[in-house]
């Protein structure tokens, strides 16, 4: 349930930030472009918040390892915006998140748990990269390359959850 709500926040929040995208082309959409971005950020930050939350959690009741701390990033007052205490989070929860990832698959070696954590990485990767199409704006490609990454990131992340599904059908047999 943890990971459905994940995935449907991500989902939501990715929907959201392709509906910016095409602000150009929707008449009512330039003027309230500010507030949606800021929600789209703000479903995103929820999914990766439970996307670690998740894992946290998995990892408290296998009783493999304590919790890591959890030390969020120091943020300066001055000059920092809800979209960039978004970002910052998001980026941390899904780091926070490749990095127990790694930790179970050290522990488990299982090839599912590194397509996982390489899912993560190509996310955390795509919110890097949207972080330079901030600094760099004059170069055009560096949001396709976000998207696609992130894109990529969930693709992987999903295909654990497929050979799951059907190796769970084999296990039962036809109806």
């Known amino acids: ?32 472009t500010a507030t949606l971005v800021v929600f789209g950020l703000g479903l995103e930050t929820l999914g990766y918040f439970f ?9 408290m009741l296998s009783k493999r390892l304590v919790l890591a701390v959890m030390i969020f990033p120091v943020l300066t007052v001055s000059g920092t915006t809800l979209n960039d205490l978004l970002s910052i989070l998001s980026f941390y929860f899904v780091l926070y ?25 190509l996310m955390a990767s795509g919110i890097f990269t949207q972080w330079l199409s901030i600094v760099y704006v004059s ?12 894109e990529m990131g969930l693709m992987l992340l999903f295909v654990p959850v ?8 084999r296990q039962i047999g036809p109806i």
């Open 97 to 121: 998140g490749v990095v127990e990832t790694l930790y179970s698959y050290k522990a488990t070696r299982k090839p599912d748990t590194m397509l996982i954590a390489g899912g993560l990485s």
């Open 139 to 150: 170069v055009n490609l560096l949001p396709l390359i976000e998207i696609l990454l992130k």
């Open 1 to 32: 349930m943890r990971l459905t709500t994940a995935f449907v926040f991500l989902g939501l929040g990715f929907t959201v930030e392709g509906i910016v995208g095409l602000g150009s082309s929707i008449p009512w959409l330039p003027p309230v």
């Open 162 to 169: 497929l050979s799951y599904v059907f190796g769970r059908e």
């Open 51 to 59: 996307l670690a939350f998740s894992h946290a959690i998995d990892v």
